[in-house]
């Protein structure tokens, strides 16, 4: 069974733990990282044209607004199909309760038909949110696994958990 994994995450300011720090590698890369030291399979990651803001509340901001109005942001380059694959991590920080806006571009370019699709989501308090209840929506045709929410401030030192929870999912 091929493993893909197609996450965002947020290098620079970010929440961790009441307050804002700056990160040379983003809590959900690191947690992507870990699935393919796991279970193996390939990365995708999910880059937007219009980069985000480096300031981290003026990033939220703009995160709220494509939120509400439903956005679907550019991206940098697209996957065009997931044949090859047979299980699929979708990975992204908590971001208004969900997933960020640029993942549903990926996501809704895709075929989901017979795939096995798992979400992880880095939060600093909401857990998984409702990205699992999003995920239903938007890949249509998926059966779905046991969802991962890992506190970004502690995703640098959750291999052990992360990689047990990816082996149980494929």
């Known amino acids: ?3 893909l994994i197609i996450y965002y995450s947020r290098r620079g300011e970010n929440y961790v733990n009441g307050r ?3 990160l040379a ?3 959900t890369e690191i947690v992507a990282e870990f699935i393919q030291k796991a279970v193996g399979g390939d990365l995708f990651e999910i880059e937007t ?4 803001s480096s300031d981290y509340y003026e990033c939220i901001d703009d ?3 494509e939120l509400r109005a439903g ?3 550019e991206l940098k380059k697209y996957l065009d199909n997931i044949d090859g694959y047979d299980n699929i991590f979708v990975c992204g920080p908590c971001w208004w309760g969900t997933l960020p806006m640029a993942v549903f571009t990926q996501l809704e370019r895709l075929d989901w038909s017979g795939k096995k699709v798992t979400a992880v989501m880095t ?3 909401s857990g998984l949110g409702s990205c699992e209840r999003d995920l239903k929506k ?3 045709g998926a059966s779905f696994g046991k969802g991962l929410a890992v506190h970004g401030a502690d995703a640098a030192k959750s291999e052990k958990t992360v990689a047990a929870w990816a082996k149980k999912s494929v």
Request: net charge positive; proline share 4%; with cysteine.
């Open 1 to 3: 069974m091929a493993n």
């Open 20 to 22: 804002v720090e700056n």
């Open 25 to 27: 590698k983003g809590n």
């Open 49 to 52: 044209v219009k980069e985000y």
């Open 63 to 65: 995160a709220k607004t």
């Open 71 to 73: 956005a679907r942001p």
């Open 123 to 125: 939060h600093e308090g």
């Open 138 to 140: 938007i890949c249509a």
